[in-house]
C-alpha cells in the first residue's frame, strides 16, 4: 500500500513525493549515490555504471541495496509502489536481445540512468524487467513505478501480462493495484465531487438544507484502498490553491498525504501485522532536496544531494530516518 502524486508551483518547480505504506519491518536510510557509481546487477552480477547521482530513501539487508524513491542530479525523480496481483515480470534470459534488470534493481537503475522522461522512454524499448526474491519480503515483489521530470512530465512504468507499458500519467497521481487505466477510468464515479457547497432542496412539503459547509464532498471515498486513497489524492490535488513558494508547496504536499495516511491499527494484514504508513517523503526537482517525516517523528526534516554530495566514488549513507 503506498500513495504518490506531484504537485506543480507558481514558479514552475515541480514537486514528488509519497506516502510509504508497509506491511513488513523496514529501517529506511538516505543514501548519497555518487556519479559513475558502478554497482552488480543481481541477475548476473555484472557492472552496472551510473550516468548520474542521486539521492534516494531506500534500505541495505544481507548485502543487496533496494530503493524505495529518489531524485537524481538532472531533477528526474521516481518511486516503488506495490503493485500485487497485476505485475507480470519476465524471465530471466542468460542470452537474451534485451537488456535486463532485477526488478529490485530497476529503480537504482533508471535514477542513475535517466535525465529526463524522454530519456526512460528511450530506455525502456530495450529493457527487460525480471522478479526477483527481495531480501525484506522473501518474496517477489509485485511492483510499479511512477516517474516525474523537471518540466512535471509523469508517467507510470507497468509490466503487467500485456508487456512492458510506459503510460503518461495526465492526473499526477498513483497508488497500488488496479493499474493506471482502471485508476483514471473510476475517476468518472466521483464527477459530481465538489469543494462547492450543495444547494438546498425540497422532497414533496420537506425543505432540505446540509449539515454545514462540505456538503459537495460527500461523494468522496473515506476507506484506505487503493482506488479510495487514489480518488481522494486526486480530488485534493485538482482543488488546493496553486502553491505560490517552495514552502508553500511542501506545506501542500504533506497536508494532501494526510488524507490518506494510515495509523497502525486501521489495517491488519492476514499475517496479523499493521499496514500502516513508515514515512511520507516529498522531493523538490529544481533542488533536489528531500523533505520527510516519519510515523513515530512528524517534525519534517530535509536533506539535500547537493549539500551532501562529495566527490567520493563511494556510496554515502547520511542515516536513518
Not at 473510476?186 to 450543495?198: D, H, V
Amino acid at each position: 500500500m503506498c500513495t504518490a502524486f506531484t504537485l506543480r508551483s507558481r514558479q514552475g518547480e515541480t514537486f514528488f513525493g509519497r506516502n510509504m505504506d508497509f506491511s513488513y519491518d523496514i529501517q529506511p536510510h538516505l543514501y548519497i549515490i555518487p556519479k559513475n557509481y558502478e554497482w552488480d546487477n543481481s541477475l548476473n552480477m555484472e557492472k552496472i555504471h551510473d550516468v548520474y547521482s542521486f539521492i534516494g530513501i531506500g534500505q541495505e539487508l544481507d548485502g543487496d541495496l533496494g530503493f524505495f524513491d529518489g531524485v537524481n542530479e538532472m531533477g528526474f525523480a521516481a518511486a516503488a509502489l506495490y503493485f500485487a496481483g497485476y505485475a507480470h515480470y519476465d524471465t530471466w534470459q542468460a542470452l537474451g536481445d534485451r537488456e535486463q534488470i532485477a526488478s529490485i534493481d530497476f529503480l537504482h537503475y533508471i535514477l542513475g540512468r535517466c535525465a529526463d522522461i524522454g530519456d526512460l522512454r528511450q530506455l525502456m524499448k530495450n529493457l527487460s524487467i525480471v522478479g526477483l526474491e527481495d531480501p525484506v519480503t522473501k518474496t517477489v515483489a509485485p511492483l510499479h513505478w511512477m516517474a516525474v521530470d523537471r518540466s512535471g512530465e509523469c508517467v507510470v512504468i507497468e509490466q503487467t501480462e500485456r508487456g512492458m507499458e510506459v503510460l503518461a500519467n495526465s492526473i499526477g497521481v498513483m497508488a497500488n493495484s488496479p493499474d493506471y487505466r482502471w485508476h483514471k477510468t473510476n475517476l468518472r464515479n466521483y464527477i459530481e465531487a465538489t469543494p462547492y457547497q450543495s444547494e438546498e432542496t425540497t422532497w414533496g412539503n420537506v425543505r432540505l438544507t446540509p449539515f454545514g459547509q462540505a456538503g459537495g464532498t460527500q461523494t468522496l471515498p473515506g476507506g484506505y484502498t487503493s482506488p479510495e486513497r487514489f480518488v481522494r489524492t486526486a480530488y485534493l490535488k485538482s482543488f488546493i490553491p496553486i502553491p505560490q513558494s517552495r514552502m508553500e508547496a511542501v506545506v501542500s504536499c504533506f497536508h494532501v498525504m494526510e488524507s490518506v495516511t494510515i495509523p497502525k491499527g486501521a489495517v491488519v494484514t492476514s499475517r496479523n501485522t499493521y499496514d500502516y504508513t513508515k514515512y511520507t517523503a516529498f522531493i523538490n526537482t529544481s533542488t533536489c532536496e528531500y523533505f520527510f517525516k516519519t510515523y513515530d517523528n512528524i517534525q519534517v526534516g530535509m536533506a539535500s544531494l547537493f549539500e551532501n554530495c562529495a566527490q567520493s566514488p563511494e556510496l554515502v549513507n547520511l542515516g536513518g530516518l
